[in-house]
């Protein structure tokens, strides 16, 4: 395909007058005043930008160009609800990265509604034909509904994040009214809240939720994205998670429901997607920054194209200022609705500085740390990328938590048994010293699962992907996963792997929670969710990726209400020590299937004894001083642990893939 010239705008339009002197142009997006809307976008290579305005056709306002390069100006008579865009005269020039094209319709970067065409879900971010067609999207004047505070930070050490996908979370509840499945309002129902502060958890961690659109190879096989990780807008809500699609509805209908969330004692932490657009790779949809500055916001590589480190076709640049103006702003933004933190999808694409390497002192981790409203912030990190140098687990700064996919991989290893896995799996269990250093352990978020791979019920069911719905051959998604079916792939009624996966499903459950660090759940896993073997479940806007509630048993869900309990029970502040099978001190070099480790002293030390084999052991129990005896808390072998004592020194048996939990009597 070869670029073309642009096409001069239809003739049917002229320009309208509009006023530039009402002092509301400084603001970018649209300001709505008393008799009218001020807008202003950036645009440095621009020669021309008109706003256009549809109210029942579409009419075209100059605006004015000031030394920043800044487009403003004032439409008088218009106001909440006015659905509007950009068209931008200027040079076109692909070589020097100049895309100006008045026949294309560009959303506003900074709106605070993006209306989605008749073909949301089947149509690319710019109309069928890519330019201004009658279904593409629009801007939407919207007023911001007022500052809120972001609740009080839960401690670092008491935080449990919970991962969850609104859409999918709340779809299937028979507890949520029809008409809110799948929306922000059904996520804050009595009924999901219910579940949410009667399991335990602190902090919601919501995958995107910015408007976001498909990849034209998705559409094409007939299917949607789902995750969201494909952002139209950092600013907008997804308006199809409003009760009615409108995104009159979904700003304040977001606002009410982290609101809802605040009261109930809730976090709420957004998965944002600032490091990549919808637009995608150079011959992708021209509906928005590669319209009004392309150079001004994306990575451009020595061969004049674009960096493509995101793996999705573009990634933005915060060493630009007019990027990193636009990032800022929206986290500003989210913020002033009440969020309470960031995770940062792909956070190495942002962290790289001047030059191109990662730098913790780069632009963007340098503006976030000294932001006055984003201080007090929860801020997590993703900390890779694809490019080269894109892997920085640890290299984050001090306040930033970071994904430990570490933690991941040694607790999988561990628990199917791999026999060099012990050692890192106790590093993990302890805390993560080896990667973060002397910072604190919560900066690592342990997971075991999280939305991009299996849930746990298919951790332990398969070993092999089964993505065939996703229209790739099955050759997506990892081919790797660490996992092993437990003597059966997929489902199976033989009732002795049943009860070995639901002891592994316990064990990995365990490993979350009693470790040091910051755990994350993934929504669902406490109520043994599948996707049926699917590992890349990106595009699956369907039952596969729903949480099926009538899956939930009880038993499971106060097994992990249990541990969460029993987390803020244990003294995990400083790390454990480390104890052999015998006993004895140990430094758990080499292979194995055992350890054991003993967080605190006196009566308020707790013994974990690890056992990743398939064999039963005979563990002898640690003889730390002021203790004379050990009583059972947890044994995951079991789904309601039996009561059990055994004086300090003793022996105790350790089922094969089990967890086992006793407290101190002195």
Same mark, same amino acid.
């Given at each position: 395909?070869?670029?073309?010239?642009?096409?001069?705008?239809?003739?049917?339009?002229?320009?309208?007058?509009?006023?530039?002197?009402?002092?509301?142009?400084?603001?970018?997006?649209?300001?709505?005043?008393?008799?009218?809307?001020?807008?202003?976008?950036?645009?440095?290579?621009?020669?021309?930008?008109?706003?256009?305005?549809?109210?029942?056709?579409?009419?075209?306002?100059?605006?004015?160009?000031?030394?920043? %390069?800044?487009?403003?100006?004032?439409?008088?008579?218009?106001?909440?609800?006015?659905?509007?865009?950009?068209?931008?005269?200027?040079?076109?020039?692909?070589?020097?990265?100049?895309?100006?094209?008045?026949?294309?319709?560009?959303?506003?970067?900074?709106?605070?509604?993006?209306?989605?065409?008749?073909?949301?879900?089947?149509?690319?971010?710019?109309?069928?034909?890519?330019?201004?067609?009658?279904?593409?999207?629009?801007?939407?004047?919207?007023?911001? &509904?007022?500052?809120?505070?972001?609740?009080?930070?839960?401690?670092?050490?008491?935080?449990?994040?919970?991962?969850?996908?609104?859409?999918?979370?709340?779809?299937?509840?028979?507890?949520?009214?029809?008409?809110?499945?799948?929306?922000?309002?059904?996520?804050?129902?009595?009924?999901?809240?219910?579940?949410?502060?009667?399991?335990?958890?602190?902090?919601?961690?919501?995958?995107?939720?910015?408007?976001? @659109? #498909?990849?034209?190879?998705?559409?094409?096989?007939?299917?949607?994205?789902?995750?969201?990780?494909?952002?139209?807008?950092?600013?907008?809500?997804?308006?199809?998670?409003?009760?009615?699609?409108?995104?009159?509805?979904?700003?304040?209908?977001?606002?009410?429901?982290?609101?809802?969330?605040?009261?109930?004692?809730?976090?709420?932490?957004?998965?944002?997607?600032?490091?990549?657009?919808?637009? @995608?790779?150079?011959? @992708?949809?021209?509906?928005?920054?590669?319209?009004?500055?392309?150079?001004?916001?994306?990575?451009?590589?020595?061969?004049?194209?674009?960096?493509?480190?995101? %793996?999705?076709?573009?990634?933005?640049?915060?060493?630009?200022?007019?990027?990193?103006?636009?990032?800022?702003?929206?986290?500003?933004?989210?913020?002033?609705?009440?969020?309470?933190?960031?995770?940062?999808?792909?956070?190495?694409?942002?962290?790289?500085?001047?030059?191109?390497?990662?730098?913790?002192?780069?632009?963007?981790?340098?503006?976030?740390?000294?932001?006055?409203?984003?201080?007090?912030?929860?801020?997590?990190?993703?900390?890779?990328?694809?490019?080269?140098?894109?892997?920085?687990?640890?290299?984050?700064?001090?306040?930033?938590?970071?994904?430990?996919?570490?933690?991941?991989?040694?607790?999988?290893?561990?628990?199917?048994?791999?026999?060099?896995?012990?050692?890192?799996?106790?590093?993990?269990?302890?805390?993560?010293?080896?990667?973060?250093?002397?910072?604190?352990?919560?900066? #690592?978020?342990?997971?075991?699962?999280?939305?991009?791979?299996?849930?746990?019920?298919?951790?332990?069911?398969?070993?092999?992907?089964?993505?065939?719905?996703?229209?790739?051959?099955?050759?997506?998604?990892?081919?790797?996963?660490?996992?092993?079916?437990?003597?059966?792939?997929?489902?199976?009624?033989?009732?002795?792997?049943?009860?070995?996966?639901?002891?592994?499903?316990?064990?990995?459950?365990?490993?979350?929670?009693?470790?040091?660090?910051?755990?994350?759940?993934?929504?669902?896993?406490?109520?043994?969710?599948?996707?049926?073997?699917?590992?890349?479940?990106?595009?699956?806007? #369907?039952?596969?990726?729903?949480?099926?509630?009538?899956?939930?048993?009880?038993?499971?869900?106060?097994?992990?209400?249990?541990?969460?309990?029993?987390?803020?029970?244990? &003294?995990?502040?400083?790390? &454990?020590?480390?104890?052999?099978?015998?006993?004895?001190?140990?430094?758990?070099?080499?292979?194995?299937?055992?350890?054991?480790?003993?967080?605190?002293?006196?009566?308020?030390?707790?013994?974990?004894?690890?056992?990743?084999?398939?064999?039963?052991?005979?563990?002898?129990?640690?003889?730390?001083?002021?203790?004379?005896?050990?009583?059972?808390?947890?044994?995951?072998?079991?789904?309601?642990?039996?009561?059990?004592?055994?004086?300090?020194?003793?022996?105790?048996?350790?089922?094969?893939? #089990?967890?086992?939990?006793?407290?101190?009597?002195?």
């Amino acid at each position: 395909m070869q670029w073309r010239a642009p096409l001069r705008p239809p003739r049917a339009h002229i320009l309208g007058r509009m006023r530039t002197d009402t002092g509301l142009q400084a603001a970018l997006g649209a300001t709505i005043s008393e008799d009218g809307v001020a807008f202003a976008v950036r645009s440095q290579i621009a020669e021309q930008v008109e706003v256009c305005i549809f109210d029942g056709g579409e009419r075209r306002f100059a605006l004015t160009a000031d030394m920043s %390069g800044t487009h403003h100006g004032f439409v008088p008579g218009i106001g909440a609800g006015t659905r509007y865009g950009y068209r931008v005269h200027g040079p076109w020039d692909p070589e020097a990265r100049a895309f100006c094209d008045p026949t294309k319709l560009l959303i506003d970067p900074w709106a605070l509604g993006i209306d989605p065409p008749s073909s949301w879900h089947a149509g690319s971010c710019t109309g069928e034909e890519g330019d201004s067609a009658p279904n593409g999207l629009r801007s939407v004047v919207l007023p911001h &509904p007022g500052r809120r505070k972001s609740r009080s930070r839960v401690p670092a050490d008491e935080a449990v994040i919970y991962e969850a996908h609104v859409r999918g979370l709340t779809r299937r509840h028979p507890g949520v009214p029809d008409h809110l499945r799948g929306t922000f309002l059904g996520l804050a129902s009595d009924a999901v809240l219910e579940h949410l502060t009667t399991l335990g958890v602190t902090t919601v961690e919501l995958m995107p939720v910015a408007a976001f @659109g #498909s990849e034209p190879f998705v559409l094409r096989r007939g299917l949607q994205q789902y995750w969201g990780y494909n952002s139209i807008s950092f600013f907008a809500p997804h308006a199809p998670y409003a009760s009615d699609q409108t995104p009159e509805s979904a700003l304040p209908e977001f606002v009410e429901m982290v609101d809802r969330l605040h009261e109930h004692g809730l976090e709420v932490v957004l998965d944002v997607v600032v490091n990549h657009t919808v637009e @995608g790779e150079e011959h @992708g949809p021209h509906c928005s920054l590669r319209g009004l500055d392309d150079a001004a916001y994306y990575r451009i590589g020595a061969d004049g194209r674009y960096d493509n480190i995101t %793996g999705t076709g573009n990634a933005l640049d915060p060493t630009k200022p007019d990027a990193l103006e636009l990032i800022l702003g929206s986290l500003r933004h989210w913020a002033s609705l009440g969020v309470d933190g960031f995770r940062f999808d792909l956070a190495s694409a942002l962290g790289r500085g001047d030059s191109g390497g990662f730098d913790p002192d780069g632009p963007f981790l340098e503006a976030v740390a000294n932001d006055p409203d984003l201080a007090d912030l929860r801020l997590i990190a993703e900390p890779w990328d694809i490019g080269a140098g894109g892997y920085q687990l640890g290299n984050y700064p001090d306040r930033w938590a970071e994904w430990n996919d570490r933690f991941r991989d040694d607790a999988r290893r561990f628990w199917r048994s791999e026999w060099h896995a012990l050692d890192g799996f106790a590093r993990r269990v302890s805390g993560s010293a080896d990667i973060f250093g002397d910072r604190s352990p919560w900066a #690592s978020i342990n997971f075991v699962t999280a939305h991009d791979g299996y849930t746990l019920r298919d951790l332990v069911s398969y070993e092999r992907r089964h993505n065939w719905a996703n229209g790739e051959d099955n050759r997506d998604g990892h081919s790797d996963n660490l996992s092993w079916n437990t003597g059966h792939e997929g489902d199976t009624g033989e009732p002795g792997i049943r009860r070995l996966r639901d002891r592994r499903t316990r064990s990995f459950l365990a490993s979350l929670f009693l470790s040091r660090g910051t755990p994350m759940l993934l929504a669902g896993d406490e109520l043994r969710r599948t996707q049926w073997g699917n590992n890349n479940a990106y595009a699956q806007d #369907s039952e596969l990726s729903w949480v099926d509630w009538s899956q939930r048993t009880i038993a499971l869900t106060q097994f992990v209400r249990f541990l969460i309990d029993l987390r803020h029970r244990i &003294p995990l502040a400083e790390p &454990p020590a480390w104890y052999g099978a015998d006993g004895k001190p140990s430094h758990l070099r080499g292979g194995g299937h055992s350890f054991t480790t003993v967080h605190g002293a006196g009566d308020e030390a707790v013994l974990a004894i690890w056992n990743g084999g398939h064999e039963d052991l005979l563990i002898h129990t640690p003889k730390p001083t002021g203790v004379s005896r050990w009583h059972r808390l947890l044994d995951t072998t079991y789904e309601v642990s039996h009561p059990m004592e055994v004086k300090a020194g003793g022996v105790v048996r350790s089922h094969g893939f #089990s967890v086992q939990v006793l407290g101190a009597q002195p």
